[in-house]
């Protein structure tokens, strides 16, 4: 008894002790608890001062030890002296398990934040971010070299390695974070990051291994954010999974990024892509799902040129980004792209560059790598509905036509690499193209941008290059002996443009003004091939210049050897001459008053030798002299020993006043003979045997009730006169009370089956009632030739559909007219 009542004090004094602890505990984890707010503002207010930041008076943070959990409440971040908010937060809870401590793990249980602003500015002088200028240019002296870097003395002891520490770990279930605006002032623009929603799960950060679930619901100035993604990274890989899209991004909210000279005035971009990343210590992996990217209602300009996109969507599916080592390759499998509704113009303008209502760029893929090896293909790239260069209607102006258009441009079977292009074929149909050439000669449907004024092109000349030479290296020639095939190599292997196509020319500068319609009834090219000088391209074409005339050349040819080799053959079919009397007047000193043009040509050049011939037919031509010193002039040629070529050409006519010529082709390239001698040894055979025929007489007088036979002045031969067909004014088809000419007309072709009628529609000024006409403007005169035209070829027309007369038996004159107010609309002959 006496030895165990020692120990009975000890141990009730012990366990005083321990309750005096625990209370004590008990009342510093109360008092934590009741004053942690005011005594957490105290202590953060203090550290804040000195960045003239401090919180507001109705800031809670709440820490309540028993649990291990921080509450804050309506924290607030108030400038010093303007007491402006510039970060908040409604509510926080951090909430830690305190029993997993003792396990060396951190095992949050509620990580919430919630209705959090925080306000940054950003430009030239500073980084502000809620309120704490991190970065101030304007105050902070700069940094020597000694500020900034420090060196470690040579003989500075080595680091002391920390020592081992047990390993802890940090685990919870989410974290939370709610309504949290980030507000951006971006060198004066204000931009808005908003969060939603943002939960991070089943968080894991341990020494082997890091892993959570991230899904982000936010806004972009207004735009929707989406991200959802799966993090698991240890010691020897990382993985993540991601799923991102952001819609109806407003990109005129960013033009400012952008340089000077380019502005974007409307645009919204779409987003969405799914991927897949996998590194290890060797390899890298990107794996590209699926990426789709839209763009919507785009204008922006560029150096006076303003370019709208109504809608653009790519889509891009099977990517691969892999790095092994140092080695890089891009591919993928699926590559498509859609532009609708594009607009190419000049600023500020209501003329169009170009107009394209549909790009289709479809099935392509591509591979490329850092060892510059690039491959891509493409199955077919359509552009629709296509107009280049058209200028607005303007008043009191002649509207003029569209430079080109096309209903569709189809290029299939692209292959492109790093030393060739191979397309399978290039197919245009609908093509429409319309020169036209101003009384300059100059081209007056295109469009072009406005030059940039004098500070713009000072700009554009300071960005470039102070060495030009430096780049114009890579322009060089290649040097001597090194072949030019290892030049970029370009292979079509075919070219065609449909036959629903036409090609067009008007030319103000020439009196009358010259228009000429081809309607292309086949174009093809096929095999063209920059690399092999030995491909041979062939050619097929086929055009018709008006309801009647046509002209076809085929062949093949060497489009790359070093020397011409050429293998031609085409015939051209009653080219009506007058049409281009415009050109020849100047150069002949003659008018193409009548006469129509055939010819066939049958060619071969061979390393730039020519041998062929062509067979040469003029029907009907009659020339006329474009001034009064053509007179003059024939005299001077003939005391040369020249002869004029109105005089010749009388001598070649046959007796329907044809001239035939087989003219031989020979010589060099550059040095060619026409067998000229040929041609003035036929003119003489010619004058030699010409004597006066009277067959005519005998064969037309039967007609005599409608023809008239004449004797020509200073012809070798006798004309037959047929009496005009007069017409209405304005009428442009022929009536019934025309018909018995008409028919006794054709009877008179039927019957004669080798002669040829020449009709020369003549115009009146009566074809424009009360018009007051002025025969010094073009426009007048330009409407009555076209009014003279179009009543040839209505005439042309009936005499071949319904009168079955050959359209080559009929010869169209030059359009002509009347100035005579007495005079009536006419058609004159001559056989």
């Not at 207010?45 to 930041?53: D, T």
């Not at 507000?183 to 341990?206: E, M």
Request: charge should be negative.
């Amino acid at each position: 008894m006496s030895q165990g009542s020692p120990k009975k004090p000890l141990a009730k004094v012990l366990k005083t002790i321990i309750s005096w602890l625990f209370s004590l505990l008990f009342l510093v984890y109360l008092f934590i608890w009741i004053f942690s707010p005011p005594l957490a503002r105290w202590q953060i207010n203090k550290n804040l001062a000195p960045l003239n930041v401090q919180l507001s008076d109705d800031t809670s943070i709440r820490l309540n030890p028993f649990l291990l959990k921080l509450s804050i409440w309506e924290l607030q971040v108030l400038t010093a002296t303007e007491r402006e908010v510039v970060a908040s937060i409604g509510h926080a809870e951090i909430d830690v398990d305190g029993f997993a401590l003792f396990s060396n793990q951190i095992e949050i249980q509620q990580f919430l934040l919630a209705q959090v602003s925080v306000e940054t500015s950003i430009n030239e002088q500073h980084i502000k971010i809620a309120g704490v200028t991190l970065v101030d240019s304007s105050s902070e002296p700069p940094r020597t070299g000694h500020q900034a870097e420090s060196p470690k003395p040579d003989n500075a002891p080595p680091t002391a390695q920390a020592p081992e520490k047990n390993s802890w770990n940090i685990k919870s279930q989410a974290v939370n974070l709610d309504a949290f605006d980030f507000n951006l002032t971006y060198h004066g623009k204000p931009h808005r990051f908003s969060v939603n929603q943002l939960v991070i799960s089943n968080i894991l950060v341990s020494e082997d291994l890091q892993q959570a679930e991230i899904d982000l619901e936010a806004a972009i100035d207004g735009s929707p954010l989406n991200l959802t993604s799966l993090l698991k990274l240890s010691k020897d890989s990382r993985e993540i999974e991601s799923q991102f899209s952001i819609e109806s991004l407003d990109l005129s909210k960013y033009a400012y990024l952008a340089d000077n000279r380019s502005t974007i005035s409307s645009g919204e971009l779409s987003v969405s892509l799914r991927n897949r990343l996998v590194m290890d210590k060797s390899h890298t992996s990107i794996a590209l799902e699926d990426l789709n990217l839209q763009l919507d209602s785009l204008v922006g300009d560029s150096n006076n040129v303003q370019m709208s996109l109504q809608k653009l969507t790519q889509s891009i599916k099977n990517a691969t980004i892999n790095m092994v080592d140092s080695n890089l390759t891009i591919e993928s499998t699926s590559l498509n792209t859609q532009l609708e509704q594009l607009a190419v113009a000049p600023a500020n303008s209501p003329d169009k560059i170009t107009e394209i209502e549909k790009i289709a760029l479809n099935n392509g893929n591509f591979r490329f790598n850092n060892e510059q090896e690039i491959k891509a293909n493409l199955a077919d790239l359509i552009i629709s509905n296509a107009t280049i260069s058209q200028f607005a209607p303007r008043e009191n102006s002649q509207a003029l036509p569209s430079l080109a258009k096309f209903a569709s441009l189809n290029i299939s079977g692209i292959e492109v690499s790093e030393n060739q292009l191979v397309v399978n074929a290039i197919v245009f149909d609908e093509l429409t193209a319309e020169v036209v050439l101003d009384k300059n000669k100059q081209l007056a449907n295109l469009v072009l941008p406005e030059r940039s004024g004098p500070a713009e092109e000072e700009q554009q000349a300071s960005d470039k290059p102070a060495n030009p030479q430096e780049d114009d290296e890579t322009l060089n020639e290649p040097a001597a002996g090194e072949p030019k095939s290892n030049a970029y190599a370009v292979q079509l292997n075919h070219f065609k443009i449909n036959e629903n196509s036409r090609l067009s020319f008007a030319d103000q500068s020439v009196l009358p003004n010259f228009t000429q319609a081809l309607e292309l009834k086949k174009v093809t090219l096929e095999n063209i091939n920059t690399q092999d000088f030995t491909a041979i391209t062939n050619f097929d074409i086929l055009v018709k210049t008006d309801e009647f005339a046509e002209t076809r050349f085929n062949g093949n040819l060497l489009p790359f050897s070093e020397k011409l080799n050429l293998s031609l053959k085409g015939e051209v079919k009653e080219f009506s001459l007058p049409k281009v009397s415009p050109y020849l007047k100047g150069a002949m000193g003659f008018e193409m008053l009548s006469g129509q043009f055939d010819t066939e040509i049958d060619l071969s050049v061979v390393d730039d030798e020519i041998k062929g011939k062509t067979l040469l037919k003029l029907r009907g031509i009659e020339l006329s002299s474009a001034d009064e010193q053509s007179a003059e002039s024939d005299n001077q040629q003939s005391t040369t020993g020249a002869m004029p070529l109105n005089s010749a050409l009388g001598m070649l006519k046959d007796d329907n006043g044809n001239v035939e010529l087989e003219v031989p082709l020979s010589g060099n390239v550059s040095d060619p003979n026409f067998g000229v001698s040929n041609f003035i040894a036929l003119v003489s055979k010619k004058a030699i045997m010409a004597a006066a025929q009277s067959y005519l007489m005998e064969t037309f007088i039967p007609y005599a009730n409608v023809l008239s036979v004449v004797m020509a002045a200073g012809d070798y031969m006798l004309k037959v006169s047929i009496e005009p067909l007069n017409y209405q004014p304005n009428q442009l088809v022929l009536l019934p009370e025309q018909m018995d000419y008409m028919n006794q007309l054709v009877q008179l072709m039927k019957d004669q089956p080798e002669s040829q009628l020449k009709v020369c529609s003549i115009a009146s000024v009566n074809d424009m009632p009360g018009v007051t006409i002025n025969l010094a403007d073009p426009t007048q005169t330009n409407q009555l030739n076209q009014i003279s035209e179009e009543r040839a070829q209505a005439f042309k027309r009936w005499m071949v559909e319904q009168g079955g007369v050959e359209s080559a038996r009929l010869l169209l004159c030059q359009p002509q007219f009347d100035k005579d107010p007495k005079s009536v609309p006419r058609i004159e002959f001559e056989l």
